[in-house]
């Protein structure tokens, strides 16, 4: 997890095309300027950058299965719910499972766990609109890349 950069998912552990589901890996920093200010003492992981890096898993779910054919922005969170306070240094799993992918929408439901336990949760509306240009998709294919997303028809067995 790079928060400065906004760079929330570390690594993509699965992805099934068939299951329209999505794993992944985001580490919370020991250290981080955004726990001096949140909390001094008490350094406590934003919920709006949970909520966030929910948000970028399924945004890579739905790029993964679509074969990056629009750029999912996210439009609304419905029933979010931060059942947790996290630390730094916490390991989190994150998933996600596309609920409904078209008409320039897509819909996801996320959650993310430490360990067993459901930190936080909510289901993700996304607009999905064509890329700006050729230097973004070719940058945004470079993160793919780092992250391990599978750039080919992703299906765990």
């Not at 008490?42 to 949970?50: A, C, E, I, S, T």
């Not at 936080?120 to 793919?144: G, Q, S, Y």
Request: aromatic share 8%; with cysteine.
């Amino acid at each position: 997890m790079q928060l400065e950069y906004f760079r929330l998912i570390d690594r993509i552990v699965a992805i099934d095309a068939a299951a329209r589901t999505i794993k992944a890996e985001a580490n919370v920093p020991t250290h981080s300027t955004i726990f001096e200010g949140h909390f001094p003492g008490m350094p406590l992981m934003p919920g709006v950058l949970l909520m966030e890096t929910m948000a970028q898993a399924s945004g890579w779910l739905i790029l993964g299965l679509t074969k990056f054919a629009g750029m999912p922005l996210l439009a609304t969170f419905k029933e979010a719910k931060l059942r947790s306070f996290i630390t730094p240094g916490t390991a989190l799993i994150v998933e996600a499972t596309l609920k409904h992918e078209g008409s320039g929408f897509a819909v996801t439901q996320a959650e993310i766990k430490r360990g067993e336990r459901v930190v936080c949760n909510a289901e993700i509306t996304f607009r999905v609109i064509p890329f700006p240009n050729d230097e973004f998709l070719t940058k945004l294919k470079e993160v793919a890349v780092s992250i391990a997303l599978p750039m080919e028809t992703p299906v765990d067995g």
